[in-house]
Every structure is written in C-alpha cells, then in structure tokens.
T-cell receptor
C-alpha cells in the first residue's frame, strides 16, 4: 500500500513554455502533499506544502507565480512550472502523507529538462 | 537555525559493516528518518526513530540519542546494491522534514 505516482517521469520542454507535473496517491487519501526539487548531487529542497482544498504554502525563495500548485482532491496534486527556463531543469519529487501519519510516501520523481 | 550534518561520502567493502552518522539541530523534534536514494530515483523509507535507542530491521539498524542530537544508520553484510545516497531527515515542531545533504555510500568488491 501507500503508492504515489508521478507523471510524466521525464519531460523536455523549450524555454518559455509551461510544464505540468501530476502527483497521485493511488491507494490512500493524501491530506498533505509536498513538492521537492533536487539538483544533481544535492539533497532534497522543499518547495511547497499543499493541503487539499487550500492554497499551498511556499518555502522562502520559491516563486508561487512561477510554480503553481493545485491540490484539488485528496489523491491529486499538480505542479505547473510556468515560463520554464534552463535553470529550472531539475528532478522534481512529490510526496504525500495521510492524516495523523508521520511518514511521507514519495513518488518516483520527474526529470525536467528545459532547452 | 536548523541544521542536519552528515558525511558527504563514505566507502566500504562488500560484506563489511558501515555506520553513517547524522547530527542535527532543529526547532522542535518529532522524529528522525533515514531514507535510501539511488541515483535518479526518489527516496525510499528505511527507518524512523523518535525514542532513544536502537531500532533493528534486518541488515539495517538506526540509532537515536535525542540528548546528543545524534543518530546513525548501521548497514551490515554490505551488498553492491547498497551503493546509494543515504539521507537523514528530522521532523521539526511543525511536522516538516528538514533534510541533510545525504551521504553517498560507495561499495567496493
């Protein structure tokens, strides 16, 4: 149990375009979802925390107008990278947790390359 | 401020034992996690400690000392597939995970 999927697993887009990444909890209801970014040889950096039905809470330095997060249901959260630039190229990972549970279950990640 | 420290890289021999240390300073503490991450993949859960002591799970064990702000992950009978990064993460008073930079473990035959 506690499986999280992400789609797409890899995406290449041109500079200036927008990319949407989906994160789904397949067999549980995720009251909270987290979006992370990881650059090569670095640790996970939390971008934002989203609770179902409410606005996401962004970490300091993360532009909310550039990284749009929608957590419309208890099983789906989306991250849209708007007007992508090459420096946005990274590994984006989502995780989800159930209510009153401490463990975060990670999706397999999405490799974004902006050319 | 909040800080998690762990070694950047360690090397060990197949079949041996290795201990990866993690020290932490966080605002509040609601437990410490160890995750394994292979290159290009998402982290996978290894252990969770919230009380002092040693938790053993097969070849992997995790230890916590809250008074010292210290944890270690012990890997026994190392296998080549254990080559990965090992991430230490603490849950703070807001139940957010604060991540260490990870320790890259290289296993040699």
């Amino acid at each position: 149990g506690a499986v999280v999927s992400q789609h797409p697993s890899r995406v290449i887009c041109k500079s200036g375009t927008s990319v949407k990444i989906e994160c789904r909890s397949l067999d549980f209801q995720a009251t909270t979802m987290f979006w992370y970014r990881q650059f090569p040889k670095q640790s996970l950096m939390l971008m934002a925390t989203s609770n179902e039905g409410s606005k996401a809470t962004y970490e300091q330095g993360v532009e909310k107008d550039k990284f749009l997060i929608n957590h419309a249901s208890l099983t789906l959260s989306t991250l849209t990278v708007t007007s992508a630039h090459p420096e946005d190229s990274s590994f984006y990972i989502c995780s989800a947790k159930m209510d009153r549970d401490y463990e975060q279950y990670f999706g397999p990640g999405t490799r974004l390359t902006v050319t | 401020g909040q800080n998690i420290d762990q070694p950047t890289e360690m090397t060990a021999t197949e079949g041996a034992i290795v201990q990866i240390n993690c020290t932490y300073q966080t605002s509040g503490f609601n437990g410490l996690f160890w995750y394994q991450q292979h290159a290009g993949e998402a982290p996978t859960f290894l252990s969770y400690n919230v009380l002092d002591g040693l938790e053993e799970k097969g070849r992997f064990s995790s230890f916590l000392s809250r008074s010292k702000g210290y944890s270690y992950l012990l890997l026994k009978e190392l296998q080549m597939k254990d080559s990965a990064s090992y991430l230490c993460a603490c849950m703070d008073s807001n139940y957010q995970l604060i991540w260490g930079a990870g320790t890259k473990l290289i296993i040699k035959p």
